[in-house]
């Protein structure tokens, strides 16, 4: 089984509906976090947490929101999906070092 | 701001070759340099970490270079097989271990 899962794989909406993408991780991992990934960008960092009681904001938090339910869960909520926000997502997790981070397969999310 | 560069954006290579794939980066201080492969529709996976104290790693076929005088990294494929088809993501992590991530070199190999 694999170690981050994320749940929808794909997932098309119109604009103005909520979305939440899910996120699971067996590995025991303290720290989850939340990319997005445009054609021709880098990864960028949506929101991150270092334990079950901590939230921070990534380099583009705006129009996203999060909850940490768990150690092993982490979700990802479009409050109002708008056409921009169409992306490939990833959830990640690392240790405490934060020396690696071990990647979802990736929701491909479409805002139509 | 913190930038890394990749080169080339695109690369096509024979089956057999080798290739190596470049990264320039501003971040400073930082404190790894990472490797990542990522297979189209897949997240990405990594290859190498390096601190800025270490100035070559290997993972296989996979070979990365620092040099964190010039503020360059290099990740050398030998030998090249099908399945190395991917991106390949260079990553500069701060001392904060925020993650700079470059925009990737999309590899193709021919047979």
């Known amino acids: 089984d694999a170690d981050v899962t994320q749940t929808p794989r794909n997932r098309i909406t119109k604009t103005g509906k909520r979305i939440m993408l899910e996120c699971s991780q067996t590995?025991?991992?303290?720290?989850m976090y939340w990319y997005r990934q445009d054609p021709g960008l880098g990864l960028q960092l949506i929101y991150y947490s270092f334990d079950v009681k901590d939230i921070n904001k990534g380099e583009i938090s705006d129009g996203y929101s999060v909850s940490r339910q768990a150690q092993a869960k982490f979700s990802l909520s479009l409050e109002s999906a708008i056409p921009n926000q169409t992306a490939l997502y990833f959830c990640?997790?690392?240790?405490?070092?934060?020396?690696?981070?071990?990647f979802g397969p990736g929701t491909r999310l479409t805002v139509l | 701001k913190n930038q890394v560069e990749q080169s080339p954006q695109s690369l096509i290579i024979l089956e057999g070759k080798n290739c190596t794939l470049q990264?320039?980066?501003?971040?400073?201080?930082?404190?790894?340099l990472r490797w990542y492969k990522q297979d189209t529709g897949r997240g990405p996976v990594s290859l190498t970490i390096m601190t800025f104290s270490e100035n070559t790693k290997s993972n296989g076929r996979y070979t990365a270079t620092l040099d964190a005088d010039t503020k360059q990294s290099s990740l050398h494929i030998t030998a090249s097989q099908l399945s190395d088809s991917a991106s390949y993501i260079c990553v500069v992590s701060e001392f904060t271990d925020k993650l700079i991530f470059g925009t990737g070199t999309r590899l193709q190999v021919f047979p």
């Open positions: 590995k025991g991992h303290d720290r």
């Open positions: 990640a997790t690392s240790d405490r070092t934060g020396n690696e981070q071990f």
């Open positions: 990264c320039n980066y501003t971040v400073s201080p930082f404190s790894n």
